[in-house]
């Protein structure tokens, strides 16, 4: 799990949320508000909600243009059940909650390269 994703305040403008897509480390941004996850914004949103209107930027607040997220994953879950959600949902990322808090985010990719480690070797002779 990352800790401590990229997040900002539900009163934070869209031209932040906007510089912040731009750094090729970010591909979304969690909306809270303090600390409760309410909403990811994209680089698609940001067109479709504030290009796309003519909306300016700097005033847009991201409160009012944040998308609900697909799914969440509680923080206790299991990291095989983790990864099975992840899977049938065939989601690449999904946020991390606790009590509605965002504490993470949750990569399939993270997530089964840690499920292979924790495979024992298989058996290479077979007697």
Avoid: W
Avoid at 41 to 46: A, C, F, S, Y
Avoid at 82 to 94: G, I, K, P, T
């Amino acid at each position: 799990m990352v800790s401590e994703p990229f997040s900002l305040d539900v009163r934070a403008s869209a031209q932040e949320a906007g510089e912040a897509l731009a750094r090729p480390d970010v591909r979304a941004v969690f909306v809270c508000d303090d600390g409760t996850l309410v909403g990811v914004v994209t680089r698609k949103t940001l067109v479709r909600e504030v290009v796309a209107r003519g909306q300016d930027p700097k005033t847009t607040r991201l409160g009012g243009i944040a998308e609900e997220p697909n799914a969440t994953i509680d923080s206790s879950a299991l990291l095989g059940d983790a990864f099975a959600f992840l899977e049938e949902a065939d989601y690449e990322r999904v946020p991390v909650v606790e009590g509605g808090k965002l504490v993470g985010v949750l990569s399939r990719s993270v997530v089964q390269r840690r499920l292979a480690e924790d495979e024992p070797p298989a058996d290479l002779h077979d007697g």
